[in-house]
C-alpha cells in the first residue's frame, strides 16, 4: 500500500523543482522532518519557559515545573499554582506572569487552543499574541511545529536570516521583503523551505 505523501516530502519536491539553489542545498542536507505534533498548551508554557535560557537550562525549569503541577502542564493546574507556585518551581517573576497570563486566558475560554486549528494562519497569530509574553515568533513556531501548518516563513528569526545568507551568498542579512521574495517560489511549502534554511547553517559550504 502507497503511504501518503507527508508535508515534508510534497514541500521538498516543490522547492527542489521551483528553485535551483535551494535544490542544491536540499541534495546536500538531505530530508528535514517536522516531527511529530506538540500538545498545544504545553507547548506554548515551553516557549515561555525557553526565552532567554539555554536550552538544557529550559528543559530543566520546564521538568521541574510539571513536577510543581503533578505531572501534567495544563491550565487548570497551572492557574491553580498562582505566581507564588510557580516562582517556587523556579520560574522568573515575569514568566510567571506570562504563565499566569496564559493559563488564565485559556481557564477562562478567552484563549480557544482547541479551536485553533480551525483558523487561518493570521488569526492565530492575533489570538496569541494577546497573551502577555507570546510575541510574532513564538506564534509563527506554534503555526509550524504544534498546527503544522504548511506555509510559514518566520523572516524576523536569526537563524532564518543566516540561512538565507549562507545559502544565497549574500553580503549580509537580507530585510523581510527580500526574504519574502526569495521564498517565493517556495509557496505554499515555505514551512519546508524555513527548516532547510535551519539545516544549512550546519551543513551548506560557505
Not at 160 to 176: E, H, M, S, T, W
Request: no cysteine; glycine share 10%; aromatic share 6%.
Amino acid at each position: 500500500m502507497l503511504q501518503p505523501a507527508t508535508l515534508e516530502h510534497l514541500g521538498t519536491s516543490h522547492i527542489v523543482r521551483s528553485d535551483r539553489t535551494m535544490a542544491r542545498i536540499i541534495a546536500l542536507v538531505g530530508t528535514v522532518e517536522i516531527g511529530a505534533r506538540r500538545p498545544r498548551f504545553a507547548a506554548l508554557v515551553r516557549t515561555i519557559v525557553g526565552q532567554q535560557v539555554s536550552t538544557k537550562a529550559a528543559s530543566s525549569i520546564y521538568g521541574k515545573l510539571r513536577r510543581a503541577a503533578g505531572g501534567y502542564v495544563t491550565a487548570t493546574r497551572l492557574d491553580a499554582l498562582g505566581i507564588e507556585g510557580l516562582r517556587a518551581a523556579g520560574i522568573s517573576r515575569q514568566k510567571a506572569r506570562y504563565l499566569s497570563d496564559l493559563a488564565d486566558q485559556v481557564t477562562r475560554g478567552d484563549l480557544r487552543l482547541d479551536h485553533m486549528h480551525k483558523l487561518p494562519d493570521a488569526e492565530v497569530i492575533d489570538e496569541l499574541t494577546r497573551v502577555h509574553g507570546i510575541g510574532e515568533w513564538s506564534a509563527q513556531m506554534f503555526l509550524m511545529f504544534v498546527l503544522q501548518r504548511p506555509d510559514i516563513l518566520p523572516v524576523g528569526d536569526l537563524g532564518i536570516q543566516n540561512g538565507f545568507v549562507k545559502v544565497y551568498g549574500l553580503r549580509q542579512r537580507p530585510d523581510a521583503g527580500r526574504m519574502m521574495a526569495l521564498g517565493e517560489s517556495w509557496r505554499p511549502y515555505r514551512t519546508v523551505g524555513s527548516l532547510y534554511l535551519w539545516r544549512a547553517l550546519d551543513n551548506a559550504p560557505a
